[in-house]
């Protein structure tokens, strides 16, 4: 349970960092919920991960659909993915969700290591 409110809260806090901070706000969002929500690294890092990957995985889409895929049809040619548009979007996506992963996993090795030293101290 722990785990799909990490995601969701992830998906959530991540969108609000889009409207107010810069695309790196991402690896805050996904921070502070890790931060919140005590996991181990795998879970942590998986939650921050699919939380951000089904983020920007569904404002592209939801972009690409408002366009009518134009401009992603052409960044698509320009990179080397054969023109697909899908690729493209799972691309985003899958770099958005490697930031929230990664500042997800942050957050986990953190909390960690302050109770590592927290047990260091009282012995």
Do not use: C
């Not at 609000?16 to 795998?42: D, E, H, N």
């Not at 592209?60 to 895929?69: E, F, L, P, R, T």
Request: no cysteine.
């Amino acid at each position: 349970m722990k785990f799909i409110i990490a995601v969701l809260l992830t998906t959530l806090l991540s969108f609000i960092s889009g409207l107010y901070m810069p695309w790196w706000g991402i690896a805050i969002a996904a921070f502070i919920v890790s931060a919140l929500i005590p996991q181990g690294r795998g879970r942590a890092f998986l939650a921050g991960f699919l939380g951000v990957f089904i983020l920007w995985g569904s404002l592209s889409i939801w972009i690409d659909s408002k366009n009518n895929g134009i401009l992603s049809h052409k960044i698509a040619q320009i990179l080397p993915l054969s023109g697909s548009v899908f690729s493209l979007i799972l691309l985003t996506a899958f770099i958005g969700a490697l930031v929230g992963g990664l500042g997800s996993l942050t957050a986990s090795f953190l909390r960690m290591g302050m109770q590592k030293v927290e047990t260091e101290d009282a012995d």
